[in-house]
């Protein structure tokens, strides 16, 4: 009997896969995929399963054992294979989309990141190679008016414009809002994240 062990499978993302197949070793177990690229991890007894194809929706793992130096194939699976949720932009590091920050808290930041967890410690940093915004708008509103807008701002980071304006122009209760999000998954997929973020200050 043959059994798999793995969360959702996601295009471009490294996914874990672990395969048991009764009677037989951890080594002596092979699984390969039509589309995607596998490797094994001898030490977890696991699989990484990762498909770098926009085009492919399903895939079919196939698991063999070796039997006397021949690989015996056992049996086939299709899986299908999701886009990644999108992302979920942050101010800086520090403050989640619908925060109440204050201004002096607000003027230090640098700009918008996808945070991806940090392996080596709690925190929560920008990989580029993952997931980064190349392009966003801003505006400022005030009172159900639009005081302050800057669109197509290339990269993540704030201009000095829009930062200038918050230190020195801004008010208590301003809604600065981040729009038309384009953002770059995995150096391999362009998104457009059809969502409008905002905080408020204080």
């Not at 729009?179 to 969502?195: A, F, G, H, Q």
Request: hydrophobic share 35%.
């Amino acid at each position: 009997m043959t059994s798999y062990s793995h969360p959702i499978l996601y295009r471009w993302r490294d996914n874990t896969l672990k395969v048991f197949v009764e009677g037989y070793k951890c080594k002596d177990i092979i699984v390969t995929a039509a589309h995607g690229n596998i490797t094994r991890n001898y030490e977890a007894c696991s699989f990484t399963y990762s498909l770098k194809d926009s085009l492919v929706n399903y895939d079919t793992l196939r698991t063999g054992v070796k039997v006397k130096g021949k690989i015996k194939w056992i049996s086939d699976k299709v899986e299908s294979i999701r886009p990644l949720p999108d992302p979920e932009p942050i101010i800086g590091g520090n403050y989640s989309m619908g925060s109440i920050i204050p201004k002096s808290a607000f003027v230090v930041q640098a700009g918008i990141i996808l945070p991806v967890p940090d392996p080596n410690s709690w925190h929560i940093i920008q990989d580029s190679r993952k997931q980064v915004i190349t392009n966003f708008s801003a505006k400022i509103a005030r009172n159900d008016s639009t005081v302050f807008i800057m669109s197509g701002i290339n990269g993540y980071l704030f201009p000095d414009q829009f930062t200038e304006f918050v230190r020195f122009n801004s008010l208590p209760g301003d809604t600065i809002s981040f729009y038309d999000l384009k953002t770059l998954l995995y150096e391999s997929e362009v998104r457009l994240l059809n969502k409008t973020y905002s905080i408020i200050l204080k």
